[in-house]
């Protein structure tokens, strides 16, 4: 069976919208990496900071896993970490005993202030020269071509 005679070009658009998105995504991550870096933090402990920066309770393991953006397969190693070096907490739910939940001390929250000023800087240096009505067609584009 014959292909359409637009399929190449068709299939190419598609790589090329790929690759950008890949490309954009990686450059990003790049970029904030190094700002975490800067304050001693790897991305997702960083990550794991600023979901426990935002919720109102501590949080389970599990409850971060799933806020998180980027799935990492070992979110109480990461705790560990972050409990060692005292910018996390960690305590039995009251609720259920086997449950252990986490939450982001002092020093945490600092680190997380530290950081989120470079992030600021990095978005608007990415994204300042851009219209908010088109960010938000960005934002609506790019939730719409998830496979979720």
């Known amino acids: 069976m ?5 399929f190449d070009a068709r299939h190419e ?3 090329e919208v790929s690759s950008t998105i890949r490309r954009t995504a990686s450059q990003l991550q790049s ?4 700002l975490a870096k800067n304050a ?5 402990q960083y990550s794991v900071l ?7 309770d501590p949080l389970s393991c599990s409850e971060i896993a799933e806020r998180m953006i ?9 705790i560990d970490k972050l409990e060692k070096s005292g910018m996390v907490s960690r305590k039995r739910s009251d609720r259920d005993r086997r449950v252990v939940c986490s939450a982001i001390t002092d020093r945490g ?5 530290q950081v989120d000023n470079g992030v600021s800087q990095l978005h608007r240096q990415v994204f300042g020269h851009v219209e908010d009505h088109q960010l938000k067609a960005i934002i609506e584009r790019l939730q719409h071509l998830r496979l979720e």
Not at 31 to 34: F, K, M, S, T, V
Not at 109 to 113: A, F, I, K, T
Request: proline fraction near 11%.
């Open 70 to 78: 980027a799935r990492d397969p070992d979110i109480t190693r990461l």
């Open 2 to 6: 014959e292909k359409p005679a637009d």
């Open 109 to 113: 929250h600092e680190l997380v202030r």
């Open 50 to 56: 600023r979901i426990l920066a935002g919720a109102p």
């Open 13 to 15: 658009l598609h790589e």
């Open 40 to 44: 001693g933090l790897s991305l997702p």
């Open 31 to 34: 970029h904030l990496g190094q």
